[in-house]
């Protein structure tokens, strides 16, 4: 009987013993897509999500740096035990919700606009992870569906590469070598590939090296 008590206790810390996490959700109708959700687990996983119940739902990997920083400007907002809605009028900009959990315990606070400085930081965390994502997702369909709309796909990568917006982008090393190293696509395609490749091992978009020599 002891140790179906043991047992049974063991059980019900499973819950409490869950690392905690951040989650954001924005819905925003008429945009595309209209509605995402991204977390992220204190270890760094994370998950990123364009429906509710998305069965394309993409699982990728934050450096220690980035999640790091989220959890941190997460703790500067209380792990979301404040407002951060500002009040004032402004024209829709989408539901946004961030969410903290830690085992059982789980705290959330929603805004369309704020003025907060660590709300407005880590609310673009999220949309610079969602930007990545949307366009990890756009490249990997072009590789599989759309070989002429991979030059426009490979752009986007390189924009956001260069203005700093690209999170993780060790996540686009597979999509990169496919195109490298198939002589299906355009060899503009593969070079451009191969370069972006060279620039996230270096860790410096080829203008900063450029403009340092």
Do not use: C
């Not at 941190?72 to 809605?85: C, D, K, M, P, S």
Request: hydrophobic content about 40%.
């Amino acid at each position: 009987m002891r140790a179906w008590l043991v047992l049974i206790w063991a059980i019900a810390l499973i819950p409490a013993l869950a690392d905690p996490r951040v989650i954001y959700t924005k819905l925003f109708k008429g945009s595309s897509p209209e509605f995402i959700r991204i977390t992220v687990e204190k270890d760094g996983s994370a998950v990123y999500q364009e429906a509710e119940d998305d069965p394309n739902a993409r699982q990728f990997h934050l450096n220690s740096g980035e999640t790091n920083q989220i959890f941190e400007i997460a703790g500067r907002l209380g792990n979301f035990t404040r407002q951060v809605e500002s009040g004032l009028k402004v024209a829709n900009m989408g539901r946004k919700t961030f969410r903290y959990e830690d085992g059982a315990l789980g705290r959330e606070v929603s805004f369309n606009y704020s003025v907060d400085p660590d709300a407005k930081q880590l609310a673009e965390w999220f949309e610079r992870i969602a930007a990545t994502e949307e366009t990890y997702l756009a490249l990997d369909s072009a590789i599989h569906f759309d070989k002429l709309g991979v030059d426009q796909a490979i752009l986007q990568v390189r924009i956001l590469w260069d203005a700093h917006r690209l999170v993780d982008p060790e996540q686009f090393f597979p999509l990169l070598a496919r195109i490298a190293k198939n002589e299906s696509f355009m060899h503009m395609d593969r070079e451009r590939a191969a370069s972006l490749a060279d620039e996230f091992r270096s860790g410096h978009p080829a203008t900063e090296e450029k403009s340092s020599k």
